[in-house]
Structures are given as structure tokens and as C-alpha cells.
Nanobody
Framework: VQLQASGGGLVQAGGSLRLSCAAS????????MGWFRQAPGKEREFVAA????????YYADSVKGRFTISRDNAKNTGYLQMTSLKPEDTAVYYC??????????????????WGQGTLVTVSS
């Protein structure tokens, strides 16, 4: 499956953005989806994940209550709604997909397919 992330940009602290992850090539609904981010000089970290049909979601503690992951399988698209953004949310955000979450939804080794990343910059 090919993934294309979009929706990043520059936003002031306290603002909101919605990231999208468009999937193509295979049946999107067969894949669990995750979002990860990598800030300058830091390692990539887990942000959120959603299972194939969306009943189960997972969040990093740092974004819980502020970010919401969702998906629309009919549109082959996943989303990350980000609110109350903070400067420390500044990073390149990547969407990823996998057939199995056996290694854990927050483990980037669990994901086989990755999008190209979209930059989110939060100014103070």
C-alpha cells in the first residue's frame, strides 16, 4: 500500500491542524494505521494508531486528549486531528500502515508501509 501524508503547515500555539493520509494500491481497510513524528535532532516517536475498522485507538501520553486519530475506509484515508497544539509538537509527521499489530501499535517496527512525511511547525 502507498501512503501520502498531507495537511502540515505553520500554526500558532493553541491552534489546530488536520493531517490526512491517503492510501492507494491495496485494500486500506485491511491495514491498521499509525502516526509517528520526528522532531529535529530527536528520534521518531509514536503519536497515535487506529485498528482496521476503527474501534480501537491508541495514543501517546503527550498527545492524549488533544489529538484524535480516525479513518474513513470508504475514502481510503486516515486522519489525525490535532488541537491545542504546542511548540513541542513541531515535527515531521509520518503515517504508516501494517497488517499486524503483533509488535504493538506504538512500535515503529510493526509498520511495513510509510508515507513521506508532512511538516508541522507550531510557533509560540
Amino acid at each position: 500500500v502507498q501512503l501520502q501524508a498531507s495537511g502540515g503547515g505553520l500554526v500558532q500555539a493553541g491552534g489546530s491542524l488536520r493531517l490526512s493520509c491517503a492510501a492507494s494500491g491495496r485494500t486500506f481497510s485491511n491495514y491498521h494505521m499509525g502516526w509517528f513524528r520526528q522532531a529535529p535532532g530527536k528520534e521518531r516517536e509514536f503519536v497515535a494508531a487506529v485498528t482496521t475498522t476503527g474501534p480501537n485507538t491508541y495514543y501517546a501520553d503527550s498527545v492524549k486528549g488533544r489529538f484524535t486519530i480516525s479513518r474513513d475506509n470508504a475514502k481510503n484515508t486516515g486522519y489525525l486531528q490535532m488541537t491545542s497544539l504546542k511548540p513541542e509538537d513541531t515535527a515531521v509527521y509520518y503515517c504508516a500502515a501494517t497488517r499486524s499489530l503483533r509488535l504493538g501499535p506504538n512500535n515503529d517496527y510493526a509498520y511495513d508501509y510509510w508515507g513521506q512525511g508532512t511538516l508541522v511547525t507550531v510557533s509560540s
